[in-house]
């Protein structure tokens, strides 16, 4: 049972009022927990040139139009350059598309469970060890079990003259290529890692074309 020496431990202060200070001590240490847990969330920890961040790459580096994607491992992407007006054996038309043109950076990791896939230069698409699921150069779907398109990141490119062009999305949100204007140069590309759209869903390419 508490005495009354106990209650009276500090001279002067009742009971009511010892609880009461304890009890606003404890509010404010809570408070001051929470306000630096807010700032804490708030300031942000991902600097550029790491994921989740932007990774700003030269216009060299830009593959030519359907050749080999620029893999980027550290960001976490494939750089392509795409046109479906030009087709070759890495990115080609399909029945259902309209023009597919213009620079897109592509998460490297598969829609399906998540494995890391990387390009195959003998098949010239994107395939995936797990559970063989491919992908065009664009990162539509070729062979599933993937369920859609390989996402995306948002880019911003700046050409030689200045004009900055960033990307628009489709319909869904999805991000779509950013396309070069005729006889412009690009003098640098920025790939946000931290603005990643979901792959939209289309038809297997094997399904609606003679590709496997
Ligand atoms: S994780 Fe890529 S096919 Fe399953």
Redesign the pocket.
């Known amino acids: 049972m508490a005495s009354a020496q106990e209650t009276q431990a500090v001279p002067g202060i009742s009971r009511r009022e010892f609880l009461y200070y304890i009890w606003a001590a404890s509010i404010a240490v809570f408070s001051a927990e929470t306000l630096g847990l807010i700032i804490w969330f708030a300031i942000p920890r991902i600097r550029a040139g790491e994921f989740g961040g932007v990774f700003n790459l030269g216009g060299d580096e830009l593959p030519e139009v359907n050749a080999v994607p620029l893999n980027n491992s550290v960001g976490r992407f494939w750089l392509v350059n795409l046109d479906s007006d030009q087709p070759n054996e890495r990115m080609y038309p399909a029945p259902d598309e309209t023009r597919i043109s213009g620079v897109a950076a592509i998460y490297k990791v598969?829609t399906?469970?998540?494995?890391i896939?990387a390009w195959n230069q003998a098949s010239n698409r994107f395939e995936?060890p797990?559970?063989?699921?491919k992908y065009r150069l664009d990162g539509r779907r070729i062979q599933s079990?993937?369920p859609r398109t390989l996402d995306r990141f948002k880019l911003t490119l700046t050409m030689a003259d200045g004009t900055v062009l960033t990307s628009d999305a489709d319909e869904s949100g999805f991000w779509l290529p950013i396309p070069i204007p005729d006889g412009q140069q690009v003098a640098s590309i920025a790939i946000d890692t931290g603005d990643r759209k979901d792959g939209i869903i289309q038809d297997l390419l094997q399904d609606i074309m003679n590709v496997n």
């Open positions: 598969c399906h469970l998540g494995c896939y995936c797990c559970h063989g699921s079990p993937a």
